[in-house]
């Protein structure tokens, strides 16, 4: 099959679970010998030459206007118009906003299936105003309603979309992809130590709570209950956000804490020695999808504290492979994170049983089979197609 992905920002994926779930998708379909293409934005690998491949898959370059409102939009656009006029069987949008436009080819191209992935509900995003929420809200119909199939990243959504537009979703998670190692050589530079860090890894934006766990943090660190130079480390960026004052923000409440250590975006070797030599990961996050840095911490074989919304809650699978805390609580969240300071042998089981059910639950080559499976069945269903045959 000749499938193309629309939506992201461009592979190799660096800290975004959109830019994740296009690699480990597009690469895997291209070992299976499919021809696969990802749009990429213009400005994506910023000073670096912009291959036409990555591990077999065709990547295509289009301009943006990079601004917080018209950065997606118009990509999507340019990439919609340029699918229009090459011969893919699928072309698979990803998350809301992009999909608002896949009635341009849902409606233009008979012969082509038309795939969009809900991978959560961005109008509830802190950082969207008045007129970016309302738009956010008619892409949703458009996400769960326009094209031939859509998919779901978690149940709960799925049964929103099916009770509210009276369609029926497939749901298809995300899976983990970061392998962990005993290497520790890239944590030096920041002066880390196995097991004496608490690792998040997030897109610095409000609504992903990282303000949250630097108070608990700190509260922890005054009244003497961290363990001696235990740190916390918080990495990801504001970079292609628009979000660069709560990054700011972020690290005035810090006030040069030596304990507190922003790493910016990590890439994959660095980000797999971080994981795998942390004492336990925190998701802070006030509202989600399914979180691709829960599943990528299970896989690690880590032990987690998260908000119990609906998403992490799904995310995780059972109360018995993580800790949860109420969302937004600050004084929850900073007794709870004491408990597992205080308890190394929970923090271990808790690993344990996390990495057992993501190895079960959340395995890209099986989520590969599954697309690969749903677009080849629904694509010999579609009228042209069956035109053809007959």
């Not at 990547?59 to 990509?75: A, N």
């Not at 937004?328 to 190394?344: F, S």
């Not at 089979?369 to 069945?377: A, F, S, T, V, W």
Request: charged share 25%.
């Amino acid at each position: 099959m000749k499938i193309t992905f629309i939506g992201q920002r461009g592979i190799p994926a660096f800290y975004s679970g959109i830019e994740t779930r296009v690699e480990q998708l597009a690469v895997r379909m291209a070992r299976k010998g499919h021809d696969i293409t990802v749009y990429c934005r213009n400005y994506y690998l910023k000073n670096q030459k912009k291959p036409k491949k990555y591990k077999r898959v065709n990547l295509i370059y289009l301009p943006t206007i990079r601004t917080k409102h018209f950065d997606t939009i118009v990509h999507t656009f340019l990439a919609s118009v340029h699918a229009l006029f090459s011969n893919y069987d699928v072309i698979h949008y990803q998350a809301p906003g992009p999909s608002s436009l896949s009635w341009i080819i849902r409606f233009l191209k008979r012969n082509t299936l038309v795939v969009a992935t809900y991978n959560s509900r961005d109008q509830y995003h802190q950082k969207w105003g008045f007129i970016a929420k309302k738009y956010l809200n008619f892409s949703e119909k458009i996400i769960s309603t326009i094209p031939h199939l859509t998919i779901t990243l978690t149940k709960s959504l799925k049964r929103e979309v099916k009770k509210k537009y009276k369609k029926t979703p497939i749901y298809i998670p995300n899976g983990t992809a970061i392998k962990k190692t005993t290497s520790f050589d890239r944590l030096k530079k920041w002066g880390l130590k196995k097991n004496k860090y608490a690792l998040t890894v997030n897109r610095l934006v409000k609504h992903k709570g990282i303000h949250l766990l630097i108070k608990a943090f700190i509260r922890l660190q005054k009244s003497n209950h961290l363990p001696s130079n235990f740190k916390l480390v918080i990495v990801g960026s504001s970079k292609m956000l628009h979000t660069t004052q709560y990054e700011k923000q972020l690290k005035k409440l810090t006030k040069n804490n030596k304990n507190i250590i922003f790493t910016g975006t990590q890439k994959r070797k660095a980000l797999a020695q971080l994981f795998s030599n942390a004492y336990l990961f925190i998701h802070p996050s006030e509202a989600e999808g399914l979180s691709t840095v829960i599943i990528e911490a299970m896989g690690c074989g880590k032990a987690l504290l998260v908000s119990d919304i609906k998403e992490n809650l799904e995310a995780i699978g059972s109360s018995k492979n993580a800790i949860t805390f109420k969302n937004k609580n600050t004084r929850d969240l900073t007794r709870k994170l004491k408990n597992l300071l205080d308890d190394p042998q929970k923090v271990k089981k808790l690993g344990k049983l996390a990495q057992i059910y993501a190895k079960k639950h959340y395995d890209w080559n099986k989520i590969t089979k599954q697309h690969l499976k749903i677009y080849q069945k629904n694509l010999s269903q579609l009228p042209s197609r069956k035109e053809k045959l007959n």
